[in-house]
């Protein structure tokens, strides 16, 4: 079974960066595609970008492409989510997500959740 942990959340001002990290543990982190989550306090939480198992193959919400990058490195049971020029509506908690068929509503592993909160 694979367990996900996000790091990488923080306070940072608006236009500034901020690199998260989701690790994986178990040894089926390959077969997985793997996406990440945010949920902004009151909305629905909204599927930010998500990777094929090759790293081949992405796909990003409208609101980020261009400033965000995700990308996954599986020697290292880990996938990124590289964030550029942040706006204040990126404040929100990321989660890091895991499904070995991109059934994105309702994936098969969630992590726990790391704060962005970007100040004007």
């Known amino acids: 079974q694979v367990q996900l942990v996000e790091s990488g959340g923080g306070l940072v001002q608006a236009g500034g960066s901020l690199r998260l990290s989701c690790a994986a543990s178990?040894?089926?982190?390959?077969?997985?595609?793997m996406a990440w989550f945010r949920q902004a306090p009151g909305k629905e939480r909204e599927l930010v970008a998500d990777i094929s198992w090759s790293g081949a193959f992405l796909v990003y919400a409208d609101s980020v492409k261009g400033r965000f990058t995700i990308s996954r490195d599986n020697a290292k049971n880990t996938v990124y989510l590289q964030m550029n020029s942040l706006k204040r509506e990126d404040t929100a908690v990321y989660y890091c997500?895991?499904?070995?068929?991109?059934?994105?509503?309702?994936?098969?592993?969630w992590g726990q959740g790391t704060l962005v909160t970007v100040s004007s």
């Open positions: 997500a895991a499904d070995m068929r991109s059934r994105w509503h309702n994936p098969e592993l």
């Open positions: 178990g040894r089926t982190f390959s077969s997985y595609v």
